[in-house]
């Protein structure tokens, strides 16, 4: 598997990992796709704890790295910090939760899941005010700089090598590196050919921020299936859309397919290198479609296009 550097701390990432976000946890699913992801290849998990898998996701990362006789430094895995645990008090105890459920020693990517903060008891947004701030309370309690400044704190602690974010616009980082001590190894957010974050790469790149892409298929509600361009490509190098997809993904990014079937799982993986025509004619797909598939509803502004 392709590793990519990290540049602003020098470490690698695989070039492909595996999505887990909706891949349940009812009978072994989530466990039996970890575990043939690795025997196929795959070098990186993706996990959160909102996935309510790690436990699962954890049994099959072990049981799959004695199967395939590797040790834990062969594999890369990441998981998240909850919107509920998004404060600098939780932060230890969050992060000692998700790594007593998955039970591998250490995290490779511990990442804030959202520039976002929910109330711990009751599971709901604190409240925006029109300007963008929050309640001077809940600010206090759940502002991301200090969420992040927490995270910082368990780089000492030697049980994660890399410490990140994920849904952040330009303007959020823009907000985060004013205060931060570590800039974030890496920036997760929703990446394909509708939703090609061209200008937050670029950000990114500028930082030495890494991008991962999630949903890089476009999720379950996927229109890109259907995309004529992504098929004429797939049908020039008999591979199917996902294929490509995932072959353009690798030229921006590093890339987190999720699956739970076994052929797709294999399929997902066996990229293509594709032609200078073919990258520039699928980053031009999003000059006539544009498609954000991921979109909580909190009614508060994530997203770069919110800003503007
Ligand atoms: P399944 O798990 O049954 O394979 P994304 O990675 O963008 O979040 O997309 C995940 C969705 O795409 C899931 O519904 C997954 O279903 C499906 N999927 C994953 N790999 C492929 C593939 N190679 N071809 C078609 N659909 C796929």
Known sequence: ?????????????????????????????????????????????????????????????????KESNLKREDIFVTTKLATIHARPSLVPRAFQDSLDKLDIGYIDLYMMHWPVAMNPATGQLVPLRPDGTRDIDEELKGKFEDTWAAMEKLLDTGKVKNIGVANFSV????????????????????LHPYLPQTKLLEYCASKGIHNSAYSPLGSTQSTLFQDKTLAEIAKAHGKS????????????????????????????????????????????????????????????????????
């Open 1 to 65: 598997m392709l590793l990519v550097r990290i540049r602003n701390n020098g470490n690698k990432i695989p070039a492909v990992g595996l999505g887990t976000w909706q891949s349940g946890e009812e009978n072994d699913t989530v466990y039996r796709a970890v575990k043939t992801a690795i025997a196929d290849g795959y070098r990186h998990i993706d996990t959160a704890m909102m996935y309510g898998n790690e436990a699962e996701v954890g049994r099959g990362i072990r049981d799959g790295l």
């Open 171 to 190: 303007p959020n980082l823009e907000r985060l590196l004013k205060t931060a001590k570590v800039v974030p190894a890496v920036n997760q957010v929703e």
């Open 241 to 308: 859309i996902a294929q490509i997809l995932i072959s353009w993904g690798v030229t921006r990014t590093s890339v987190l397919p999720k699956s739970v079937n076994p052929e797709r799982i294999a399929a997902n993986i066996d990229t293509v290198n594709l032609t200078e025509d073919e990258i520039q004619r699928i980053n031009d797909i999003s000059k006539s479609t544009t498609q954000r598939f991921v979109r909580p509803n909190w009614g508060i502004p994530v997203f770069d296009e919110d800003f503007e």
